[in-house]
């Protein structure tokens, strides 16, 4: 039972003195989900990813990820996970194949296994001809998609991903999102944060966050039937306002 | 007092930002301008508000010229660039004073257009802006930019980075506002917000796609659209995407928007196709496209 | 080891494709070692000396000729009586008068002795002392070559006498410069930053899109570093006074309003850096090294000008603080009055005029 859920989350809490950034949150992500994990800025998301992706101690609680303890098995968690964020993904003043040579010798990648991976990786995103450009070259959409890839280069058991999507077009935001898919549908487990509550339809659950508690988790669809709504976005005005 | 923007073309070094973009913004009207990062809309917006030369074309604003009238137009338009720019150090009446006071008026002669807006910040009215939360700094940019009475108002992405509550409150502002004869025009990357202007130009790679009223402008969708959903939504888009008759597909939400390259869809035929490929639970219905298909679709 | 290897190559990525790294790592440590080798010297060479020989004998016109001779110094101004010596110095064109007193040789021959005044300009203590040691050594050994071939013991007998810092108190030096220091790095480096920081912040641009006049904006911002640059000069000059015992041997009102013109041209030389900066740590860093630095070591507020190579001399003199530093040093230990300074005066006015001028050439109305 316990194998099958990637991360384990039981009672976390994560205070600033008095204040309850994170108050006593519960849930469970099982292995090849995609999980949305929502709400309003400052209702306590960014502090509880924190904690996951094992930068953050927290003040009390339990929580495992990929099997990991995430007060003393921190290092082991970095190794496990993929994360990218919209504030940073790649260094802009590197080539597309520097970074991508970069990241997989931070994730203990082998020369051979680089070289592979380096291949792959411009094949499938059509990069050949920018291989050797500067990502600051790059449209936005372009960097997220290779950055989401390099993300993966280490074939994690889960990605963190965080606004992953924000300002990039309809397209490619389309694009992002199949990519998504197939890593899930590879096993690989979606943690992901978004403002775009179209985004939210597309996990198998979402959580939202309000003021540090999660008020709701289950399936959009079960979400949408209980708060007799039409759109996520209309679930997520309704918890956040009441 | 609208706006008026003729073959605008601007360009940095090899870029081009802004390529050949026209249309009229009518007195009173609230125009929206929609397209993703890149797009152009902030370049746009600084060749209104003349921090910026065009290259080429011309535009004029409340009547006056960007070029040669530029300071009438900084005289009497309200702008409220990206990334809310307050003095972050000194408190949110301190902010409203100095706008007003650098625009010749005071906070009461014009308080009555602020009201809606500013009494839900007033509370915290000793507090440093810096401390404010992002819904809070956006009412108060948006009070800064209305305090002297602008005769057009520029919000450049204002509800970016925003929760959607806040969003959505911000939009009903906006609307009221427009009962007040100011002309609006908002830039945006989010096309729900769309639906809420009176018309809207979809923008993509310093190009305008198409303008019209957001009713309007799904009519320019060409083909039919279907609504469809499966068992397993990566299965559906591999199958759909492997399909012969497919001419477009994007997933929305718990579905799949599918197009197909003939005239004439058939259903049955899809269905049976989907079912071959280990897809169960199979829905097929048409559906209206939205103002977001549309821009897909033009964007292409 | 892998990792830590593919991470310390992707920083050298970074810092050789960052212009300005580049310039710190290479660039600055050359032009400083440079700079510094060149600036500081303990030696002296070619300090403008004045003669007044009341002797005109052969003995003093030997040896005026070994002085002339010396690389150290440099004669240029023979005076004849002994009133224009307080001119000469306040002038500021001689750093050291020597004086042969009537009938030199004379009393060389008959008395075995003879006296030679060595008057220093000590508003520099430690370029005085030296300058009297090296007067002290020539004399020395012309007074040794007199004696080689002779039984008789004579003596040349310089008497020094340090002009304006009879006791060479280090501080006459310092105070001067450290104003001149402060009142620049206050008013430049801060107008600079707080000018760029509009711009990084973004309100720039709706300061703008708004009634305010440009003109308006910067006079704005540097209103208040001009209160708070007086403020600090007071304090300056008040400490001196009472606390390190300084003179002000001319008028507070002349300095007063020297002072006042040297911050203005430091503002204008910080509207003119923050013109050409985009963000405040750029502003920092030209207000530190482009201004601060040649400040500190070419204005000749520690290390002496004339001592320094001719290209180095030629630069300083687009320095303003090198010319601040003669006015404030020429009011409070020379007592001099505008009449002294005016050239100085005149040039600190230009500059200012020519900074002013740039930046509202440069001031953009738009933001590009």
Known sequence: ?242 | MGISVSNITKSYGKVTALSDISFDVKPGELFGLIGPDGAGKTTLFRILTTLLIADKGQATVAGYDVLKEYKSIRNSVGYMPGRFSLYQDLTVEENLNFFATIFGTTIEENYDLVKDIYVQIEPFKTRRAGKLSGGMKQKLALSCALIHKPKVLFLDEPTTGVDPVSRKEFWEMLKRLQKKDITILVSTPYMDEAALCDRIALIQDGKILQIDTPNAIVRHFPKPLYNISANDMYGLIESLTNHEHTYSIFPFGEFVHYTDKRDLMDREGLKDYLESQGLTDIHIEKTQPTIEDTFMELAK | ?368
């Open chain 3, 1 to 368: 080891m892998k990792r830590f290897v593919g991470f310390v190559r992707k920083e050298f990525y970074h810092i050789f494709r960052d212009k300005r790294s580049l310039f710190i790592l290479f660039g600055m440590p050359i032009a400083q070692i440079l700079l510094f080798g060149f600036a500081i010297t303990n030696e002296i060479n070619n300090v403008n000396i004045a003669i007044l020989d009341q002797a005109n004998d052969v003995t003093s016109k030997e040896i005026i000729n070994k002085i002339a001779a010396s690389k150290h110094f440099s004669i240029v101004d023979i005076i004849q009586k002994e009133s224009s010596i307080e001119s000469i110095f306040k002038k500021g064109k001689v750093k050291a008068v020597l004086q042969f007193e009537n009938n030199f040789g004379n009393n060389l021959i008959k008395e075995k002795q003879a006296n030679v005044q060595v008057l220093t300009d000590a508003t520099d203590p430690n370029m005085a002392n030296t300058i009297s040691n090296y007067i002290s050594a020539i004399l020395k050994k012309y007074q040794q070559e007199l004696n080689k071939n002779t039984t008789i013991d004579y003596q040349i007998v310089p008497q020094s006498r340090m002009v304006y810092n009879a006791e060479l108190k280090s501080v006459y030096m310092f105070v001067p410069g450290v104003m001149t220091v402060i009142l620049m790095l206050v008013s430049a480096m801060m107008t600079s930053i707080s000018i760029t920081r509009e711009k990084e912040q973004g309100t720039m641009e709706i300061l703008l899109v708004s009634p305010l006049k440009p003109f308006q904006v910067i006079i704005g911002k540097v209103f208040p570093y001009i209160f708070l640059s007086v403020i600090n000069a007071i304090v300056i000059v008040l400490l001196s006074i009472f606390v390190f015992n300084v003179p002000v041997n001319g008028s507070l009102f002349l300095l007063g309003i020297e002072s006042v013109l040297f911050i203005i041209t430091s503002l204008a030389l910080g509207i003119l850096i923050s013109t050409i900066s985009a963000t405040q740590q750029t502003a920092m860093m030209i207000s530190l090294m482009g201004l601060m630095l040649p400040t500190i070591l070419l204005s000749g507020f520690i290390f002496p000008i004339s001592s320094m190579p001719l290209p180095l001399q030629v630069i300083s003199n687009i320095i303003p603080a090198k010319w601040f530093i003669i006015i404030v040093k020429g009011i409070m230990l020379k007592g001099i009055g505008i009449g002294f300074i005016f050239k100085e005066t005149a040039i600190l006015v230009l500059m200012t005029l020519l900074f002013i001028g740039i930046s509202v050439k440069k001031y953009k109305i738009r933001l590009e």
């Open chain 1, 1 to 242: 039972m316990k194998d099958k859920n990637v991360i384990q989350v039981e009672d976390l809490s994560k205070l600033f003195g008095d204040f309850a950034a994170v108050n006593q949150i519960s849930f469970q992500v099982k292995s090849g989900e995609i999980f949305g994990f929502l709400g309003a800025n400052g209702a306590g998301k960014t502090t509880a990813m924190k904690m996951l992706i094992g930068i953050s101690s927290p003040t009390s609680g339990t929580a495992t990820v990929a099997g990991f303890d995430v007060y003393k098995e921190a290092e082991s968690i970095k190794k496990n996970i993929g994360y990218m964020s919209q504030k940073f993904a790649l260094y802009d003043d590197l080539t597309i194949k520097e970074n991508i040579t970069f990241f997989g010798g931070i994730y203990g990648l082998s020369k051979k296994q680089i070289d592979r991976k380096r291949c792959e990786l411009v094949d499938e995103l059509g990069l050949q001809e920018v291989a050797n450009s500067l990502v600051s070259s790059l449209p936005l959409g372009w960097k997220q998609k290779l950055a989401f890839s390099v993300s993966l280069l280490h074939d994690p058991k889960i990605v963190f991903l965080d606004e992953p999507t924000g300002g990039v077009d309809p397209i490619t935001r389309r694009q992002f999102w199949e990519m998504i898919y197939k890593a899930a549908h590879n096993g690989t487990t979606i943690f992901v944060t978004t403002h775009y509550m179209d985004e939210a339809e597309y996990c198998d659950r979402v959580s939202i966050m309000v003021n540090g508690k999660i008020e709701a988790l289950d399936t959009p669809k079960k979400l949408k039937a209980h708060y007799k709504t039409d759109t996520m976005n209309d679930v997520f005005l309704k918890l956040a306002r009441g």
